[in-house]
Structure formats: C-alpha cells, structure tokens
C-alpha cells in the first residue's frame, strides 16, 4: 500500500464551480498536511499547510484533515481558469515526506 | 513567506558536459534540502537528501557520481549533472526544509530547473 493515495483526475469543471481534491495515507504518524499547486514547467508552489485535524481556509480555499479517516482534502470555491494546475498533496512526519502523485484540474471559462 | 531559488530556470547542453543547478534558500537557514527530479506529467521522484555539511542521501537507483550534490552551507546546495548524455533531460526540483515553529516544518521547492541535452 503507497503512503499517499490521489486521484490524478484529470478534473475538468465549469468557471464557478466548487472543486474537491482529496488524498488518503495510511500512517497515522503523518502531522503536517499540506496542499501544493504546480503549473506547467513550474516547481510546486506551496498553497496550504495544516498542524494534526481541522479545518484551515485562506480566501477561496479551505484544507480539511481527518486523521480519525486518514483522509484530507481541498476546496476550491469559485473556481477560476488560473486555478487549472496540477495539485499535489504531502504530509510528513519530522523530515520524512511523502507526495501524492497529484492531480490535474481544468477550470473552463 | 520562505523563499527558495534555484537557478538556472533553463540550461541546453552538449552530450558529454557537466551542468551544475544551484539551490538557494533566502529567508531561513535550512537544514535540509531535497533534489527531485520530474518527468511530464508525472509526479515528483525524489534523487537524494542533502545535509548541511554532511554526504548526500541518494535513492535506490540514482547513481552518485552521475549526480554530484553538494550542501556546504545552510543556505546553499548544489547539484551537478556530470557528462550529461540526452537521456538525463528533465525538469530537476530542489526543495529546502525548515524546521521548527517559524517554519511549521514544511518544504518550500525552487522553480525548477529544465534541463535539455542535446
């Protein structure tokens, strides 16, 4: 079984639309939760970070992460053209990282 | 927030040369720096860890004299491609580590460097 389990889509939705990106892990040691976001040719550029369980939301993001389920997620409110990228997510514990293999969104206007 | 750089953003070289990729972080001292490597549209795989002034780490399958790092400062890592040949084209990541509750333990990666071999 992968430490990290994501869907790579690809996601195409409508301008507007309300984007849900989600990944799985399966050790329970995991503390920080984050969300990267990779244009084409570009290096990940770090979108959202969480501590343990909870919510956080940064204008139109919001980062969930259920440790009981082992399951975290990312909305997208009004999703916009520039949000098409790729999005990874990655969770670590002390300095052991582990990546989802991300996944490709199309917002179409 | 934490910034690193990585230069040059886009380097053609001839079969056989060396290329060298710098890795700098701007506004903390990182303990820690991760070089990936990434084929389109895949994920990032990681080559090696590299510790401020200690050897690098390298994965299973990466050779080390292929690809040569260095991290002689907190600030500074570098990576060289030696007698680089068309199939070691791709686009090359690095990533720096901060520890602690300023940095929230998080890496922070560079632009990407993309590398073609003629």
């Known amino acids: 079984q992968k430490e990290v389990e994501q869907d790579p889509g690809p996601l195409s939705v409508p301008e507007g639309a309300i984007v849900s990106l989600n990944c799985t892990y399966s050790n329970s040691a995991f503390q920080y939760f984050m969300w990267y976001r990779q244009y084409s040719r570009k290096g990940p550029e770090l979108l959202m970070y969480t501590y343990s369980s909870g919510n956080k939301e940064d204008g139109r993001f919001t980062a969930q992460v259920d440790k009981s389920s082992k399951y975290i997620s990312l909305f997208i409110r009004d999703s916009q053209p520039s949000d098409s990228a790729t999005y990874l997510c990655a969770m670590s514990s002390g300095n052991q990282f582990y990546f989802g293999t991300g996944t490709s969104l199309t917002v179409i206007p | 927030g934490a910034v690193v750089s990585q230069h040059p953003s886009w380097v053609i070289c001839k079969s056989g040369t060396s290329v060298k990729i710098e890795c700098r972080s701007l506004d903390f001292q990182a303990t820690t720096m991760f070089w990936y490597r990434q084929f389109p549209k895949q994920s990032l795989m990681l080559m090696a860890t590299s510790n401020e002034g200690s050897k690098a780490t390298y994965e299973q399958g990466v050779e080390k004299d292929k690809f040569l790092i260095n991290h002689a400062s907190l600030t500074l890592s570098t990576l060289t491609v030696t007698s680089a040949h068309p199939e070691d084209s791709s686009f090359y990541i690095c990533?720096?580590?901060?520890?602690?509750?300023?940095?929230?333990?998080?890496?922070?990666f560079g632009a990407g460097t993309r590398l073609s071999v003629l």
């Open positions: 990533s720096a580590f901060f520890r602690g509750a300023l940095a929230k333990n998080i890496q922070y």
